[in-house]
């Protein structure tokens, strides 16, 4: 019913102990569960030439060889063929050695005076069937990498068309409270289609580098708001953080909401000066400073920021709550908004 039992079993044994070689050769001969097919080499470079040209099942491996010594002939031998189970093959009986041989990928580690047929024969053959196991779920693994990626794609692609539209729709408004709205309700959905876009592009799988997000972020706002280039300056100071999707999506939001509202509110007619953004980790690497400032007009002294009644700072009140942050308005020098939070699980 196994394939094993009735293909041999193709057994490279690098061993420069013809002594050694030749009771392996005795065993495997001697086996009962299935048909070995054993090649031979003596030196290591000759090893990973026969690994190189293929057609082994499995690595039988000696660590001291005359032209390599130690976990440095594994790390090789590893290196020139991952996909091979390599079965470590030894006079060293030093169990911190095997630890380290099996973490560092060998599928088992024998010491020769311990060795017999039974022991060998099995040891092999687990190693085979271990290492297919294994890159099997690697593979399946890499297979939802590529949906996942996949699936961010679409999602942004979607969030696009709906902004598009919505833009569309904008120029049949005369209303210009209307467009702003709008306008408003398209940059929404822009800062989260850029989330998604970061996720499918970072190497790191549901992470997000969210200094280059909030870069990209801001210099689409000022565009959308259509800023001179000798008005508002925009200044960016964001440690190098990634963020999960689950914190990344509302903290985009409440940036979009922010240097929004410092874009219309705080420069009135043509008004020159500067927005600020700023990310900072604390020392312990999990709570965050996100900090929002204008050195504009400042924030109206009758209006209470948590209950304005219009949606934008409602927005980013709800998303502060729901970040399980912390919110501070500084009106010292125009408009500041400081905000506390960690990453969410
Ligand atoms: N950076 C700022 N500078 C001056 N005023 C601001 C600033 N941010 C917000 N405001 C004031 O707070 C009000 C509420 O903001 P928001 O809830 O975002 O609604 P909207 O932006 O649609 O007016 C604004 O209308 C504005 O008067
Ligand atoms: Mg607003």
């Known amino acids: 019913m196994n394939e094993m039992e009735d293909k041999p079993i193709k057994v490279l044994l690098v061993e420069d102990n013809p002594g050694d070689a030749r009771l392996i050769r005795e ?8 048909q070995f097919d054993l090649k031979y080499a003596d030196l290591l470079s000759t090893g990973l030439e026969r690994l190189a040209a293929g057609e082994v099942d499995v690595l039988l491996l000696d660590l001291l060889l005359p032209d390599s010594h130690g976990l440095n002939t594994f790390a090789r031998a590893y290196a020139q063929a991952p996909e091979i189970p390599i079965v470590v093959l030894t006079g060293i009986d030093d169990d911190t050695l095997a630890v380290k041989a099996v973490h560092e990928g060998a599928q ?7 060795l017999d047929g039974n022991l060998l024969e099995r040891s092999i053959r687990y190693a085979i069937e271990r290492k297919r196991a294994v890159e099997q779920i690697k593979a399946s693994l890499r297979e939802k990498e590529i949906l ?10 979607n969030l696009q068309i709906i902004c598009t539209l919505l833009y569309l729709q904008s120029g049949y408004i005369k209303d210009k409270e209307a467009f702003e709205m709008f306008r408003d309700s398209q940059n929404r959905i822009k ?3 850029l989330i998604h876009d ?8 549901g992470k997000i580098d969210i200094a280059e997000y909030i870069r990209e972020l801001a210099t689409d706002l000022f565009h959308s708001y259509g800023v001179k280039p000798d008005g508002i300056k925009l200044r960016i100071n964001v440690h190098e953080v990634l963020l999960g999707v689950d914190t990344a999506i509302p903290i985009g939001l409440i ?8 874009l219309k509110h705080a420069f009135p007619d043509g008004k020159k000066g500067t927005i600020r953004v700023e990310l900072l980790r604390s020392v312990n690497e999990n709570s965050f400073t996100l900090i929002v400032g204008d050195n504009g007009l400042g924030f109206p002294k009758d209006l209470d920021f948590r209950n304005t009644g219009t949606l934008g700072l409602q927005l980013v009140i709800t998303l502060v709550e729901q970040l399980k942050g912390t919110i501070e308005l500084d009106r010292s020098r125009g408009t500041e908004f400081k905000i506390t939070f960690s990453e969410v699980y």
């Open 255 to 262: 940036i979009n909401e922010l240097v929004s509202n410092s």
């Open 27 to 34: 065993m495997l001969s001697e086996a009962r569960s299935a």
């Open 148 to 157: 996942l990626r996949e699936l961010h794609h679409r999602v942004k692609n």
């Open 191 to 193: 800062s989260m289609a």
């Open 108 to 114: 088992d580690y024998l010491v020769k005076e311990q």
């Open 198 to 205: 970061k996720l499918y592009k970072f190497k790191d799988l």
